[in-house]
């Protein structure tokens, strides 16, 4: 079993190493961006169409947040969920199916008469299906990318600022010209076109090295396999997972059973999984086996089968990664991040109103937001890659003039200070979308990426759930934005100093290994 669990580790070390880093990537990440413009165009400019629910609800701020909240929050709550989905179905399938159940939530909202029912169906049935594209999105781009990996995660997140550019001045027109019902109606039409992004996903082929990853058990001949086979393995965008396949001069006909088994002529490979969470095949652990000839092996596996569940197979998550101190405090600081994440595109329209300026030059701020947010997201991915650069100090100190920025919008009176101070939020939260996925990686391991993920991502979708609604009460209960602006605004301060702790203590660490 030693040299199983080395063989599983180093494989997806190896498969890390392989990553192409360029050449189709790029068009993967050209996908993962144009994701990226529709659903969190959709999402950040839901302040937008938050006036307008206001006015025809006749509801409160926080009631009517829970709308936006859950809408926001679903793609994460459901990450998961899309997970498990992903590794079945595959990225590629999920998306597309995520891009039709978006896109038919959006539709069902049309017709809804009360914010339970529109929380219903634009909230949670759009929400999950807008999960699927989200996390194959993140995961995928990871597997592409090693060296520019920071880069190539930053230029596809841009996609979130450059969706909020278009998105709120276009929701804006849409239901002045058509009503919001018409205005859900034409997004679902743009939605649907996730469907097309989700068709660039297409799989890795990596040929790697027989040693390292497959172990043959025959148990009618001692042979070993022809010392100039190269196997390869397969990271499937397409089937969800990664499997490995024997690949000779005169390569064997390859029939893919299941996402779990493979027939290779009459022998019969069994792929052995440590996680189903994560569609990110290069990060979870695998292990093939080739059991003697078909009919043997095939009693073998069907001997397996019962005791799966209580093996590592049926483990949806692994959380020894919360072991990890560092990464515990990631999760924190990131839960603290979310729960103010989305007040400036929420409450801003909203805000501009209160200090007396137009409707539409309220959605022209997020609108702003979103064009200097697209930018943060190219400088922090470009200074992510810096071998120079220290990501974990990067990190704190983007948050900290992050809350900072916040925090000063109470001051701002006019149009233009209201976009100076909004601005410096989304210039440097950018560095959130930017270097989370990264920085993960730096603290797991890539082998892990997919269980941290998917656990930051569900903590995100918690906290992204309560804190509109929160930021509201705030407001309903004083009567004024100006505390939630505050409360936001040190709060995102005090997570960058809470996980300023990570590069200090690595700090000191070298200095006394050093000193030893």
């Given at each position: 079993?030693?040299?199983?669990?080395?063989?599983?580790?180093?494989?997806?070390?190896?498969?890390?190493?392989?990553?192409p880093?360029?050449?189709?990537?790029?068009?993967?990440?050209?996908?993962?961006?144009?994701?990226?413009?529709?659903?969190?165009g959709?999402?950040?400019?839901?302040?937008?169409?938050?006036?307008?629910?206001?006015?025809?609800?006749?509801?409160?701020?926080?009631?009517?947040?829970?709308?936006?909240?859950?809408?926001?929050?679903?793609?994460?709550?459901?990450?998961?969920?899309?997970?498990i989905?992903?590794?079945?179905?595959?990225f590629?399938?999920?998306?597309?199916?995520?891009?039709?159940?978006?896109?038919?939530?959006?539709?069902?909202?049309?017709?809804v008469?009360?914010?339970?029912?529109?929380?219903?169906?634009?909230?949670?049935?759009?929400g999950?299906?807008?999960?699927?594209?989200?996390?194959?999105?993140?995961v995928?781009v990871?597997?592409?990318?090693?060296k520019?990996r920071?880069?190539?995660?930053?230029?596809?997140?841009?996609?979130?600022?450059?969706?909020?550019?278009?998105?709120?001045?276009?929701?804006?027109?849409?239901?002045?010209?058509?009503?919001w019902?018409?205005?859900?109606?034409?997004?679902?039409?743009?939605?649907?076109?996730?469907?097309?992004?989700?068709?660039?996903?297409?799989?890795?082929?990596?040929?790697?090295?027989?040693?390292?990853?497959?172990?043959?058990?025959?148990?009618?001949?001692?042979?070993?396999?022809?010392?100039?086979?190269?196997?390869?393995?397969?990271?499937?965008?397409?089937?969800?997972?990664?499997?490995?396949?024997v690949?000779?001069?005169?390569?064997?006909?390859?029939?893919?059973?299941s996402?779990?088994?493979?027939?290779i002529?009459?022998?019969?490979?069994?792929?052995?999984?440590?996680?189903?969470?994560g569609?990110?095949?290069?990060?979870?652990?695998?292990?093939?086996?080739i059991?003697?000839d078909?009919?043997?092996?095939?009693?073998?596996?069907?001997?397996?089968?019962?005791?799966?569940?209580?093996?590592?197979?049926?483990r949806?998550?692994?959380?020894?990664?919360?072991?990890?101190?560092?990464?515990?405090?990631?999760?924190?600081?990131?839960?603290?991040?979310?729960l103010?994440?989305?007040?400036?595109?929420?409450?801003?329209v909203?805000?501009?109103?209160?200090?007396?300026?137009?409707?539409?030059?309220?959605a022209?701020?997020?609108?702003?937001?979103?064009?200097i947010?697209?930018?943060?997201?190219?400088?922090?991915?470009?200074?992510?890659?810096?071998?120079?650069?220290?990501?974990?100090?990067l990190?704190?100190?983007s948050?900290?003039?992050?809350?900072?920025g916040?925090?000063?919008?109470?001051?701002?009176?006019?149009?233009?200070?209201?976009i100076?101070?909004?601005?410096?939020?989304?210039?440097?939260?950018?560095?959130?979308?930017?270097?989370?996925?990264?920085?993960?990686?730096?603290i797991?391991?890539?082998?892990?990426?997919?269980?941290?993920?998917?656990?930051?991502?569900?903590?995100?979708?918690?906290?992204?759930?309560?804190?509109?609604?929160?930021?509201?009460?705030?407001?309903?209960?004083?009567?004024?934005?100006?505390?939630?602006?505050?409360?936001?605004?040190?709060?995102?301060?005090?997570?960058g100093?809470?996980?300023?702790?990570?590069?200090?203590?690595?700090?000191?660490?070298?200095n006394?290994?050093?000193?030893?």
């Amino acid at each position: 079993m030693e040299n199983e669990d080395d063989c599983s580790s180093s494989e997806s070390e190896k498969a890390d190493d392989t990553a192409p880093d360029g050449g189709w990537g790029w068009m993967v990440v050209f996908g993962a961006f144009m994701i990226n413009v529709i659903t969190d165009g959709c999402s950040y400019s839901f302040g937008v169409l938050f006036t307008h629910l206001l006015e025809y609800f006749h509801a409160d701020r926080s009631s009517t947040a829970w709308v936006g909240s859950v809408f926001n929050a679903a793609p994460l709550l459901f990450g998961p969920v899309a997970s498990i989905i992903a590794k079945r179905f595959g990225f590629r399938k999920a998306t597309i199916a995520g891009g039709l159940i978006a896109a038919s939530g959006m539709i069902m909202s049309v017709f809804v008469n009360s914010l339970s029912a529109l929380g219903l169906t634009y909230g949670c049935v759009a929400g999950f299906g807008i999960s699927l594209p989200y996390l194959a999105s993140s995961v995928v781009v990871m597997m592409y990318f090693k060296k520019r990996r920071s880069l190539a995660t930053g230029l596809a997140e841009c996609g979130a600022g450059v969706g909020t550019l278009i998105f709120a001045p276009l929701l804006q027109f849409l239901i002045s010209e058509y009503g919001w019902r018409g205005a859900l109606l034409v997004l679902s039409a743009i939605v649907s076109n996730v469907v097309l992004c989700g068709a660039l996903f297409r799989p890795i082929l990596i040929h790697r090295n027989r040693e390292q990853c497959i172990t043959v058990h025959n148990q009618h001949s001692k042979e070993n396999l022809n010392a100039e086979t190269v196997p390869a393995i397969q990271l499937d965008t397409e089937n969800g997972n990664a499997f490995e396949s024997v690949v000779e001069k005169n390569p064997l006909r390859v029939e893919r059973q299941s996402t779990e088994n493979l027939n290779i002529g009459k022998r019969y490979m069994t792929v052995e999984s440590n996680s189903l969470l994560g569609g990110s095949m290069s990060s979870l652990s695998k292990v093939a086996r080739i059991d003697g000839d078909y009919k043997d092996s095939k009693q073998l596996f069907h001997k397996q089968t019962k005791s799966k569940c209580k093996q590592r197979i049926c483990r949806i998550v692994d959380f020894t990664v919360l072991r990890e101190w560092r990464f515990v405090i990631f999760l924190i600081s990131n839960f603290i991040l979310y729960l103010w994440y989305d007040v400036p595109y929420v409450f801003t329209v909203d805000r501009a109103l209160e200090i007396g300026e137009s409707e539409s030059r309220g959605a022209l701020i997020v609108s702003s937001t979103g064009v200097i947010h697209t930018v943060g997201n190219i400088v922090f991915g470009f200074l992510g890659d810096l071998k120079k650069v220290n990501r974990s100090i990067l990190y704190c100190v983007s948050m900290w003039i992050t809350g900072l920025g916040l925090a000063l919008v109470p001051l701002s009176q006019d149009y233009l200070s209201f976009i100076a101070f909004d601005g410096i939020y989304g210039f440097f939260v950018a560095a959130s979308e930017a270097l989370s996925c990264v920085l993960v990686a730096d603290i797991l391991g890539i082998s892990k990426l997919s269980d941290g993920y998917g656990i930051l991502m569900f903590l995100q979708g918690i906290a992204n759930l309560v804190g509109p609604p929160f930021a509201g009460w705030l407001y309903d209960s004083s009567g004024s934005y100006d505390n939630t602006f505050l409360a936001a605004g040190g709060s995102i301060i005090f997570l960058g100093m809470l996980y300023a702790t990570v590069p200090v203590y690595a700090k000191i660490r070298n200095n006394l290994l050093n000193v030893k």
